[in-house]
């Protein structure tokens, strides 16, 4: 059974422990590979090597270090049906998705921020008749990365491309349910010759490998995307350390269709918006909202769309559903469903376990489900759920759309389908999320913000924000 490895200092390295914690093929329930189990005795040799590392890649010429992350970016590309296949094997996402998705982006952040910091500039500030301050940008130290589990190369490339461009070395943990393609990446770095101690790449558990990364006193800077609940202990363990963080948390992102809107590509891209990735990606839509005059025809043409998706294996070209990532994740979002019925909904398709035949006869698969009925103040459509579950609500008024759009605790993307360009302007501005769609989802420009208000998160990533944040401020005045 392949043995994963940490990647710490340019080599491959068993984990002190020598112990190993078992990884799934959600799509067949099986153990096909062993990650470290990893602690912070890992994580020390990892920051050991980074802070060795740190005193020449910080000096490299940007030129230099952009070449790195455009060859990273290359083998990327070459690998992709490699990449793909065991990113489709580690998540249970449809390999035609991981394919489109995952690793053309992961590509796509090497090249983006390898580029971007060729044109990185910092500011200068003339005081008339007194002087000129100019601001200098540094890179810190060493930044710790920490990813989750639903994009897993594509959000781990998104921190460690800007960390290393900005000249940081990096101690990175991917998701311990899906590290497959971080340790392929790992190859990627000794194939691309990626001076060691760089970037290290530590496997393992949240509480053990996350925890040291977080509570490291010679790791002055975090970038974490993941839950909010881990958000909030990783803010707590970092805030007395003064550490520089970044969160990307959870969502529950409000869809909201007017009667006014191009209905056919609402329907489609709502189809999209409610399940791709089994429905586990954070900007997806879980809480649509439709205004009242076309709340049937919605509710009638999108369940037919949704009953017509094909769960099945992730292999297969016309699978629109893989697997869900893992049993327990699995059966929390069964237990959402049960929680729904409770609250008084009514499941209009989907709600089960689906099992298939075959190699996947044991996997971990569900029906997309779509549900009304529900109030939105119940727990149903106001808790994360991560999974193929949509909730729909009609509503009456822009008002009563915007109340129930900001009525939870989350605010990372909000969708609006309208024809009328003043309410879209409107509206956008009033919702409290940091990312709006208007007519549109997913539609991604790395230059763009990107990241949440209130708990979904502190901070932003992509573009300048990213550099901006890899990198240390310093204003210097100088008098004429
Ligand atoms: P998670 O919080 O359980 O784990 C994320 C990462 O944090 C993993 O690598 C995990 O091992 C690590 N971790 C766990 N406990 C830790 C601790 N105490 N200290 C340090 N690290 C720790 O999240 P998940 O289940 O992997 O991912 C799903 C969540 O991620 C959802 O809530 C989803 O909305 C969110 N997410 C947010 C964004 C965004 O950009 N806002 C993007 C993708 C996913």
């Not at 020449?56 to 296949?85: G, T």
């Not at 994009?151 to 991917?174: H, Q």
């Not at 309410?423 to 990107?450: E, Q, Y």
């Amino acid at each position: 059974m392949l043995k994963i490895s940490n990647y710490i200092n340019g080599s491959f390295a068993e984990p002190v422990s020598k112990q190993y914690l078992d990884n799934y093929n959600p799509a067949t329930g099986t153990i096909y590979s062993l990650i470290p189990d990893s602690d912070e005795r890992d994580v020390q040799v990892a920051v050991d090597a980074a802070k060795n590392a740190f005193s020449s890649w910080s000096v490299l010429p940007k030129e230099e270090r952009s070449n790195h992350l455009l060859k990273i970016a290359q083998l990327i590309e070459e690998k992709i049906d490699v990449l793909a296949e065991a990113e489709s094997i580690d998540n249970g996402k449809p390999l035609w998705l991981a394919k489109k998705m995952d690793i053309t982006r992961a590509a796509s952040n090497f090249q983006f921020f390898g580029t971007a910091i060729l044109h990185f500039a910092s500011e200068s500030h003339s005081m008339e008749n007194v002087g000129i301050n100019y601001t200098l940008r540094s890179p810190i130290g060493i930044a710790g990365c920490i990813s989750p589990w639903n994009l897993p190369l594509y959000l781990f490339s998104w921190k460690i491309a800007p960390a290393l461009a900005a000249g940081n070395c990096v101690v990175a943990k991917s998701s311990e349910i899906t590290p497959m393609t971080a340790y392929l990446l790992s190859e990627i770095c000794v194939e691309a010759g990626l001076p060691k101690g760089v970037l290290n790449i530590v496997h393992g558990l949240g509480n053990k490998v996350g925890n040291a990364i977080t509570s490291h006193p010679d790791i002055p800077l975090i970038s974490f995307t993941g839950g909010t609940q881990t958000g909030k202990t990783i803010a707590a363990t970092a805030a007395p350390m003064f550490k520089k963080l970044s969160l990307e948390l959870g969502g529950k992102n409000p869809n909201i269709i007017f009667a006014d809107c191009d209905f056919n590509a609402m329907l489609e891209t709502t189809v999209r918006s409610s399940f791709t990735n089994q429905g586990q990606i954070c900007l997806c839509g879980s809480r649509i909202f439709i205004e009242k005059s076309i709340y049937d025809k919605f509710k009638n043409a999108f369940v037919e769309r949704v009953k017509k998706l094909k769960v099945g294996n992730p292999k297969d070209d016309t699978s629109n559903l893989g697997a869900i990532v893992s049993q327990q994740h699995m059966k929390k979002i069964l237990s959402y469903i049960e929680l729904a019925k409770q609250e008084g909904g009514k499941i209009l398709c989907g709600g089960n376990q689906v099992i298939l035949k075959g190699e996947c006869e044991n996997g971990w698969f569900l029906e997309p489900t779509v549900i009304e009925g529900l109030s939105h103040t119940c727990r149903t459509n106001q808790e994360e759920i991560f999974g193929p579950v949509v909730t729909l609500t009609p509503f009456a008024t822009e008002e009563e759309a915007l109340f129930f759009a900001n009525s939870t605790p989350y605010g990372l993307s909000s969708t609006l389908w309208t024809q009328d360009i003043s309410r879209a302007h409107r509206m956008a501005d009033k919702i409290k999320s940091g990312i709006v769609w208007i007519n549109c989802w997913l539609v991604r420009d790395l230059r763009t913000p990107f990241g949440g208000v209130k708990n979904s998160g502190v901070g932003r990533e992509g573009g300048w924000e990213a550099l901006k944040f890899f990198t240390e401020i310093k204003n210097v005045c100088i008098k004429y």
